[in-house]
């Protein structure tokens, strides 16, 4: 880079910091108190003059200052997100709605990874982890509230010293625990009962489910939501055709092996996740069975695995960058309206949030052939 460049990326930089909250309110034609409020997300502005603030900042370049925010305050407007370093095939979409939503809200999203100390297992679904390097974080915490995602919002530990600090918590999950209420995820009930009142509707009677671990609560509702589903066609659920795995496609190889193997067979199966249904379709070609001439087969959760196996796969999709969006919002509203993160078990149902899902039709899935 020339001198002249560098010193026209210097005046450019200088510029842009000279912009001040007041060009913003004069290009916006409002007051230095409305734009102040429009852009720090307070909710006493209309739509219309922050949408007009908003575009007037963006025209000019203006940048708002967290560091100068943090001084004329008490928030930090920084948020904690934990993940375990397991979670590696799904976290990043999630992360990336979480980003999106805490810049758009003014917030800085710092990110803290955890290790297992103790693995899952199908009799105890949730894993456990070094909680250690949580009580520097927590010992005196720099930031308004935090956020949990899969494994690490069951481990109760975690939850005890989140708790113990006072700061706000959003969990991605449906079940409630540990009084941390604000939650956020796809109806796991509903979502199972749609994909199989689909398979009913292509004609399918003799439904079997690859079902998550028995314990897990994800999974309990999943199942649930499929056996509603056949009660109300009229069916009776088969306990032989209810099989619970690990959330793996070994898993779902062995449920697939189980359930395949019987002269009286399912014509139709739904497994709880993507990765368990890929075993069940590879039990099925080891089988002989042709997928979807012989066998529907779909899945929950619209992974790139659902579209590299063949046929691709009928699956619901968790629309991830929603879910971290919606659990920024949240824990973002929740400290606007100062409000605490612990009630009755009537406020948990309360403060559920449902994200919307969708199912995708695939070559995974057919009508059932007439005998």
């Known amino acids: 880079m020339t001198d002249k460049q560098k010193s026209k990326k210097k005046s450019s930089a200088a510029v842009r910091d000279s912009i001040t909250m007041q ?27 922050k949408k007009r603030i908003e575009d007037a900042a963006k025209k000019i370049n203006y940048t708002l200052n967290v560091g100068a925010r943090q001084l004329a305050g008490s928030q930090s407007y920084q948020f904690l997100l934990l993940y375990s370093h397991q979670n590696t095939g799904w976290r990043g979409e999630v992360m990336i709605g979480m980003l999106n939503a805490s810049r758009r809200l003014g917030y800085h999203l710092l990110i803290e990874g955890l290790h297992e100390n103790i693995e899952a297992t199908p009799a105890n679904p949730y894993a456990k982890y070094d909680s250690s390097p949580l009580e520097k974080l927590f010992d ?69 489910i690859a079902a998550g671990p028995e314990e897990h609560f994800e999974s309990k509702l999943r199942l649930d939501g499929f056996k509603a589903a056949l009660v109300d066609a009229g069916i009776e659920p088969n306990p032989k055709w209810i099989r619970h795995g690990s959330w793996n496609v070994q898993s779902g190889t062995k449920i697939g092996h189980y359930l395949l193997s019987k002269e009286d067979r399912p014509t139709a199966i739904f497994a709880c996740n993507d990765d368990m249904a890929a075993g069940v379709m590879a039990a099925a070609q080891q089988a002989g069975i042709k997928v979807p001439d012989d066998l529907s087969i779909c899945g929950n959760g619209n992974t790139p695995l659902s579209t590299s196996i063949f046929p691709q796969l009928t699956t619901i999709e968790q629309p991830l960058n929603e879910l971290g969006e919606a659990a920024v919002e949240i824990l973002a509203s929740i400290i606007k309206q ?8 009537n406020d948990a149902k309360n403060l559920v949030k449902h994200v919307p899902h969708k199912i995708y039709y695939r070559g995974s899935t057919s009508s059932i052939k007439s005998v």
């Not at 706000?168 to 009142?197: H, K, M, W």
């Not at 100062?338 to 078990?345: F, L």
């Open 23 to 49: 060009d913003v309110a004069n290009e916006a034609g409002v007051s230095l108190m409305t734009a102040w409020r429009a852009l720090n997300g307070e909710t006493n502005v209309k739509p219309s003059t």
């Open 140 to 208: 005196k915490p720099n930031y308004d509230g935090v956020i949990l995602i899969p494994d690490v919002c069951y481990d109760d530990q975690v939850l005890a010293l989140i708790k113990k600090s006072g700061l706000p918590c959003v969990r991605l999950s449906e079940r409630p625990q540990s009084g941390i209420l604000p939650r956020v995820s796809i109806d796991n009930f509903q979502s199972a009962y749609e994909i199989t009142s689909y398979l009913i509707e292509l004609g399918h009677q003799k439904l079997a």
């Open 338 to 345: 100062n409000k605490s993160s612990s009630g009755s078990d």
